[in-house]
């Protein structure tokens, strides 16, 4: 069975150059949109695996739901200093491990939102 892979990417022009040079790469099982990498793709959820490349000040919760039961998402974690969190999730709920130190850049979109 061939994996699929579902990317986002906040700024547009970054998603559109990507699937572009996915495409005339000829992979098919590689998908991208624009949007806010908070909000998930929950149209393509349940995840097996979730890495995020930015990092907001909490554990994004429609992320933590778009997490197949056994999947694992690594993400970046705080805002000056952060962590490398290891989410895992079992049938008794969801597991948080630190792996190390980190420093990616910040998540944006909804992330910033301080009404979240």
């Known amino acids: ?12 022009s970054l998603a559109e150059k990507s699937a572009d040079l996915l ?15 908070y909000l998930g793709w ?10 995020v ?5 909490h554990i994004p919760e ?7 039961v056994g999947g694992r998402m690594i993400i970046p974690v705080g805002d000056f200093y952060q962590e490398l969190a290891l989410i895992t999730k079992s049938s008794k709920g969801v597991k948080q491990e630190s792996i ?17």
């Open 23 to 37: 495409k005339k790469q000829n992979y098919t099982n590689v998908f991208i949109k624009c949007a806010d990498g």
């Open 100 to 116: 190390l130190p980190v420093r990616f850049v910040p998540m944006t979109g909804r992330a910033q939102d301080a009404a979240h």
């Open 53 to 57: 490349t930015a990092a907001p000040d």
């Open 42 to 51: 929950p149209d393509a959820a349940p995840f097996d695996a979730i890495i």
């Open 1 to 12: 069975m061939v994996k699929q892979v579902y990317s986002i990417e906040i700024i547009c």
């Open 62 to 68: 429609p992320l933590i739901k778009q997490l197949a």
